[in-house]
């Protein structure tokens, strides 16, 4: 009578085992908020399909998903060829697939302004290299006509972990300015010459409204949340541009037309008026193969299901969405996961 | 020796009071016979047996901790080669940290974590001995009691909300109050010089030494509460003022617990992680100037190997693990031979 229990509850078990699937994933904290809900709002809608996330941040992300530690990964920077191939020697071939989009924006105090300032990305790069000190230096006054900037010496405050955010920053920063890419380049971290470094959106915003005559960068979404003021960028055309989420679309859109087939695209500094230039995607990172089916078909779903109806509720959570010709040539890649 | 006395009792051999050991009771005097207690205790227990088990239970345990320590070790030298061999010793020599261009060099925040957690300690433990002295010795009853139950809270406090705490309070005090009045008096130090923002390694010595305050006061006042009452009064006895009778009667005596106090408090200064990062600015910079921003091993470790990409530099990473584990041990043991070197002679007036 126990035997034959316990094998019900063990055929009972394995049943149910095999019907929900459980598939991990880990990496970027940016897109966060936005994969947390979109995970839980799939399962109530998919009962038996659990998607688990985990932000442990894009570096974490790439290297699990590497070594098969988790179903997937995501990265708010494209992995690079080496990382690629560290992975396909793995036995992981993997595909990026865009998700959402963010921007970062110049955040500022400066004692008696009233007025947005606007920033070219030179004006920017010489405040990090230190070669721009003071609040009423020339070239500052000369993006900036008619607002009476202080001769105070500028603080710049940098996000001091490695993050998404200063990826974008500085990917922007090292293709505009020439002198940028030679005395820091891109990176998650980067050695900055000077300044004070603060951890986290938080930390940084705290820094720069507390300390008159500093100068920092906050996610787009920060700012907005927390109705920080912050600067208008100067774009490719010539444009000095307020972030939103309409002109980190605009800016994907001017992309799309290059796209290339494996979505590892930069978009800061992209074409079109309407385009703001410190804008990046957000990558989930997908194996092409996937030896368990059952958890191949719900990841196929659901990428699907954040196409069509996911992308919907980005600009509630201040991300900007795919742009459609981006989102029609995912729903093609897709296919190509099984 | 007016008074008669017709029994001579054996008189007690009583040591130097600089030589007694300061702690232990006496021990208790042997009885003929074994009680009652005692012979239905060897009646029930197992005996032998469970001795041998209850000790080699406890060698193990002891053991656990070369285990424990070996592990660590071997982790954090195995994840590390990438960057032993690729550098060598001169990453614990140079200063240059660019994780774009691959080049990775300790020394700043070598020089950050020493630096913040000497000047905490220089400002935590004349503080900490004082208020464990007024604790002990000089505080009205009524008092007592709400100081210890301060202090101890203060120890519950986890570092996370110093850190805040900090960020909000402190960072503008040591910013429009402190820093002004110090680069007045002492700027001519070279040490307090303008640029100030607030954030540096001064204000991130000030949180430590108020977050290892509380450990070494609390745990130094029942080092001095355990030196035995007669220390105290013999020194009253022969006349000494109250700071000579602490000085000769309590310090001395528990000097050894107290420098294990202090021990435990930079251990913490040494590996504290969030509230430092919170505070100290982040930037690998060797600069007199204490307002300047600093970096520690901690915090870089905590700020960068989330999103660390490239297997050299998760290694080097480790490896500035490993550099804080070897300060640690390297501090710890300058502290120990410290010790030694106060204890061995044994003189007087170096308590």
């Given at each position: ?30 897109p ?27 570096g974490?992300?790439?290297?699990q ?20 191939e ?7 071939k ?13 955040v ?16 920017i ?9 003071y ?8 993006d ?7 001769h ?25 300015v ?9 990176g ?25 005559n500093?100068?920092?960068y906050v996610?787009?979404i920060?700012?907005?949340?927390n109705?920080m003021?912050f ?37 800061t500094?992209?074409?079109?008026a ?5 804008s ?32 919907e ?26 | ?17 600089g ?17 009652e ?16 088990t ?14 424990i ?21 001169k ?7 660019d994780?774009?261009?691959?080049s990775?060099?300790?020394?700043p ?5 020493v ?16 208020v ?32 805040l ?5 402190l960072?503008?005090?040591m910013r429009?109050?402190?820093g ?9 130090t070279?040490l ?62 528990a000097r ?35 307002f300047?921003p ?5 915090s ?17 990473l ?24 106060v ?9």
């Open positions: 009578m126990r035997v034959k229990l316990l094998a019900a509850t063990a055929i009972a078990f394995l049943a149910t085992g095999a019907w929900a699937q459980n598939l991990n994933g880990a990496g970027a904290s940016f966060n908020p936005i994969y947390s809900r979109w995970f839980s709002e799939y399962a109530q809608q998919h009962p038996g399909a659990h998607i688990n996330y985990q932000s442990i941040g894009s974490a992300g790439i290297q998903v590497t070594q098969k530690t988790v179903d997937f990964g995501a990265s708010d920077g494209p992995m690079s060829d080496a990382q690629l560290a992975a396909a020697k793995n036995g992981v993997i595909i990026h697939i865009p998700t959402v989009l963010g921007a970062v924006v110049p500022y105090n400066v004692p008696g302004v009233t007025q947005d300032l606007r920033f070219a990305p030179e004006v790069a010489g405040i990090y290299l230190g070669k721009i000190t609040w009423d230096d020339g070239n500052l006054q000369h900036n006509p008619g607002v009476k900037l202080p105070n010496r500028i603080l710049p405050v940098y996000r001091s972990e490695g993050s998404g955010t200063n990826y974008i920053f500085t990917d922007f920063l090292s293709k505009v020439p002198d940028f890419q030679k005395e820091i380049g891109k998650t971290s980067v050695k900055w010459p000077g300044g004070i470094g603060q951890k986290g959106n938080e930390g940084i915003a705290g820094m720069v409204r507390s300390t008159p500093a100068f920092g996610e787009l920060y700012a907005l949340q109705h003021p600067g208008l960028v100067r774009n490719a055309s010539g444009k000095y541009l307020k972030a939103s989420v309409e002109g980190v679309t605009a800016a994907a859109a001017g992309a799309a037309k290059n796209m290339p087939a494996d979505y590892r695209v930069s978009i500094n992209a074409p079109g309407d385009a703001y230039p410190i990046s995607f957000t990558w989930l990172l997908i194996p092409q193969q996937w030896p368990d089916q059952a958890k191949g078909k719900v990841m196929v779903d659901f990428l699907h299901w954040m196409l069509d109806h996911g992308e509720e980005t600009t509630g959570l201040n991300y900007a969405p795919l742009p459609k010709a981006v989102a029609d040539k995912v729903r093609a890649t897709i296919n190509e996961i099984h | 020796m007016t008074q008669p006395n017709p029994v001579t009792l054996p008189t007690p051999i009583v040591e130097p009071a030589r007694t050991p300061p702690q232990g009771p006496p021990p208790p005097a042997e009885t003929a016979q074994p009680s207690i005692r012979r239905f205790l060897r009646d029930r227990s197992s005996g032998r047996a469970a001795d041998g209850f000790g080699g239970l406890m060698l193990i345990s002891a053991l656990s901790i070369f285990v320590v070996a592990l660590i070790l071997w982790v954090l030298i195995h994840d590390s080669q990438l960057s032993i061999h690729a550098f060598g010793w990453f614990f020599r140079t200063s240059n940290w994780p774009v261009n691959g990775f060099g300790a020394l925040f070598i020089y950050g974590t630096v913040s957690s000497f000047l905490a300690l220089l400002m935590a433990v004349p503080l900490s001995l004082a464990a002295i007024f604790v002990l010795d000089i505080c009205p009853p009524a008092l007592r009691a709400p100081i210890s139950f301060l202090t101890e809270l203060l120890a519950a406090i986890p570092s996370v909300v110093y850190g705490w900090a960020l909000v309070v960072v503008p005090i429009d109050q402190v002004p009045l110090l680069e007045k008096w002492f700027g001519w070279g307090f010089a303008e640029p100030n923002f607030g954030v540096g390694m001064l204000t991130a010595s000030v949180v430590l030494a108020i977050m290892i305050f509380p450990i070494i006061s609390s745990i130094s006042r029942d080092v001095m509460k355990a030196v035995p009452i007669h220390q105290r009064e013999a020194a009253l006895a022969l006349g000494a003022t109250r700071w000579e009778m602490l000085r000769i009667g309590v310090l001395r005596n050894i617990g107290i420098v294990g106090a202090v021990i435990l408090g930079l251990g913490r200064a040494l590996g504290e992680t969030i509230a430092v990062t919170m505070v100290i600015g982040n930037h690998p910079d060797i600069v007199k100037n204490l300047n600093a970096y520690t091993l901690a870089v470790i905590a700020n960068e190997f989330t999103e660390a990409t490239g297997d050299l530099y998760v290694s080097a480790i490896e500035i693990g490993l550099a804080l584990f070897l300060v640690t041990i390297v501090v710890n043991a300058i502290a120990r031979l410290l010790v030694w070197a204890t061995r002679g044994n003189s007087a007036r170096t308590a």
